[in-house]
Nanobody, 122 residues
Framework: QVQLQESGPGLVKPSQTLSLACTVS??????????WSWVRQPPGKDLEWMGA???????IYNPSLKSRTSISRDTSKNQFTLQLSSVTPEDTAVYRC??????????????WGQGTQVTVSS
């Protein structure tokens, strides 16, 4: 059974870059057909998908965040990372990583990390 674990600072200052890592165990991030996503949920708001990196290393992003988001991976660590630049207090949220695959073009999530709170504040 695959397990995902987020790690990174819980407090980031405005205008800085938020960096989080998701370490995967029990399965390889290079296994077809899986995609590895980042989502977030600000307090009182809906879940927002941020982007993903595929088993082959290609990336896809939410258009609304694309200009500030970068997802990369380190296959030697079986880990993928999120960087969100120029953060503001509106980026305060619980950030989670997850695994999904596509069925008929629709993403099906089957594994999640527990999530990590990130607060943007000076």
């Amino acid at each position: 059974q695959v397990q995902l674990q987020e790690s990174g600072p819980g407090l980031v200052k405005p205008s800085q870059t938020l960096s989080l890592a998701c370490t995967v165990s029990g399965g390889s991030i290079t296994t077809d057909p899986y995609y590895w996503s980042w989502v977030r949920q600000p307090p009182g708001k809906d879940l927002e998908w941020m982007g993903a990196i595929s088993y082959s290393g290609s990336t896809i992003y939410n258009p609304s965040l694309k200009s500030r988001t970068s997802i990369s991976r380190d296959t030697s660590k079986n880990q993928f990372t999120l960087q969100l630049s120029s953060v503001t207090p509106e980026d305060t949220a619980v950030y989670r990583c997850g695994r999904h695959y596509y069925v008929g073009g629709a993403p099906q999530f089957d594994s999640w990390g527990q999530g990590t709170q990130v607060t943007v504040s000076s």
